[in-house]
């Protein structure tokens, strides 16, 4: 089933949906609508059981070529009327920075297959997945730094070093250089490279493995594997996984899974 959005194609495959963001023409660069259509998709996912797992990908030639600048460029040569000063501007900028907060509050698995540009915005959104996975042709970069602006925005000062270590990350902060696939995966920014044509069919495996798991541990993993990351100390870190594993284990689930393990079968799990 395809969902009809004017800026995001959304395609449901069981419990999976494919997340295309579908501005070609514009390198999928983030205009207001496709910034409302990621806000509204992402915040709709919070309390959805049946979707278990996003694959998010770019029609054409790119990723995401981050903020639509000409968008940006004509509101202001067409003497907008909307409102104008730093409050307007922090609204707007919580708008676009909403997004992957919202990605890393859903408790669905994210992956991102980059390809082509992941410039400023679209940077930021690879880097808020759960997952990555790089076309040949991928180059990503914070970009913002190279139009005036800080590179530390929408969640790149936080993420990126997390992923890549702080030297890497200062280098490709303060300078607004390019990562290209290689490199990417070399640092552990990606979990592979594979040839453009065939990101589709190198998410499948990490999708089958992830729906093997039960629903419940599949979600409490990502809300762990989030809150650990900020953990101030071990014992916060155990005391959240042994709040998972008591959960987990009063569900009909964890006694199918054991016995799907003895059995040497697959489990059906029920999410009850």
Same mark, same amino acid.
């Given at each position: ?6 800026? /995001?194609?959304?395609e ?17 660069? /983030? ?10 998709? &992402?915040?709709?996912?919070? &309390? ?31 003497g ?15 708008? #676009?920075s ?14 991102? !297959? ?32 190279? #139009? ?5 925005? #929408? ?18 902060? !303060? ?42 541990? !599949?979600? /409490?993993?990502?809300?762990?594997l ?7 100390s ?27 393990? /003895? ?10």
């Amino acid at each position: 089933m395809v969902a009809d959005c004017e800026t /995001l194609k959304i395609e449901k495959s069981g419990a999976v949906d494919w997340v295309t963001f579908n501005r070609p023409d514009a390198l999928n660069s /983030l205009n207001t609508a496709l910034v409302d259509e990621l806000l509204d998709y &992402f915040g709709g996912l919070y &309390f959805d059981r049946d979707v278990r797992v996003v694959v998010l990908r770019g029609a054409g030639r790119a990723f995401c070529a981050g903020l639509d600048l000409k968008e940006s460029g004509r509101r202001r040569n067409t003497g907008s009327s909307s409102p104008s000063g730093p409050a307007a501007g922090l609204d707007s900028q919580r708008r #676009i920075s909403e997004i992957v907060m919202r990605m890393r509050r859903c408790p669905q698995p994210i992956i991102s !297959l980059v390809h082509g540009p992941a410039c400023g915005g679209g940077f930021a959104i690879a880097l808020a997945s759960d997952v990555r996975i790089a076309g040949s042709s991928a180059r990503m970069n914070a970009a913002f730094i190279r #139009i005036g602006l800080s590179a530390c925005d #929408i969640g790149v000062s936080y993420f990126l070093p997390r992923l890549v270590g702080v030297s890497v990350a200062s280098e490709l902060m !303060l300078t607004g250089r390019f990562i290209n696939a290689e490199r990417a995966q070399r640092v552990g920014l990606v979990s592979e490279v594979v040839p453009d044509d065939r990101l589709a069919d190198a998410a499948r495996p990490y999708i089958e493995e992830m729906l093997s798991t039960s629903p419940l541990g !599949l979600r /409490l993993t990502k809300e762990c594997l989030n809150m650990s990351i900020d953990a101030p100390s071990l014992e916060a870190a155990i005391a959240m996984e042994d709040r998972n594993q008591i959960l987990c284990s009063q569900t009909n689930d964890v006694r199918e899974g054991m016995r799907a393990f /003895l059995e040497k079968r697959t489990p059906v799990y029920t999410n009850s």
